[in-house]
């Protein structure tokens, strides 16, 4: 877990320690990076580093806490029909992250992340029965679901296509699932 409170200085401390791990996995596998490569990179005391976080996991928490905490202003005023188009848009937005993350196997991360911030906006949200919260979990779900795996997909295949062409992928398989267990 990270530490990290409204204080200045921890905030940019968190920063360089991020910055450092990007810096460092453009020549270095995740596995194989250690709090020292950190120190040194970012030139924060190790002392500091455990004081804003108990591991390198973290710093990937950390990131995407961020990213999701602006995001749920937003997403509390899309249509659900424009769910899917927002949610590609801002996984392009921040690739480097995601694919960062992919790239060190660690999609759990990912999906802590989402369950959290899920559980969260669900709570701000009205419905009007159990039935259409339940309906909502699932839906977040499974476009959780398919948007890191297609990322996954997407990365590992050269990132060729543009947010458009995935999505309409996206779309075009899904709807080949609904037809195909229809039948």
């Known amino acids: ?11 940019e ?4 320690l991020s910055d450092a791990l990007f810096k460092i996995l453009e020549h270095k596998p995740y ?10 990179s970012s030139s924060i005391f190790r002392s500091t580093f455990y004081r ?15 990213i999701f905490s602006t995001l749920k202003e937003e997403l509390m005023h899309i249509d659900h029909k424009d769910l899917l188009d927002f949610l590609i ?27 959290k911030h899920q559980s969260e906006l669900l709570a701000e949200k009205s419905f009007e029965t159990e039935e259409d919260y339940i309906d909502a979990k699932y839906g977040l779900s499974v ?16 990132q060729k296509e543009t947010i458009k ?3 309409q992928r ?7 699932l609904n037809d195909l267990f229809n039948h």
């Open 1 to 11: 877990m990270y530490h990290i409170t409204d204080n200045k200085r921890r905030i």
């Open 52 to 66: 804003l976080f108990d591991n390198i996991d973290d710093i990937f928490h950390y990131q995407l806490d961020m």
């Open 165 to 167: 062409q995935l999505h």
């Open 89 to 115: 848009d801002k996984c392009f937005k921040y690739q480097n992250l995601f694919i960062k993350i992919i790239q060190a196997r660690k999609y759990s991360i990912i999906v802590e992340c989402f369950e």
């Open 31 to 40: 596995e194989e990076i250690t709090i020292t490569d950190l120190q040194k």
């Open 13 to 16: 401390s968190a920063e360089l």
């Open 143 to 158: 476009l959780g679901c398919i948007i890191i795996g297609t990322l996954n997909v997407w990365h590992k295949s050269g």
């Open 170 to 176: 996206i779309v075009s398989i899904t709807s080949d």
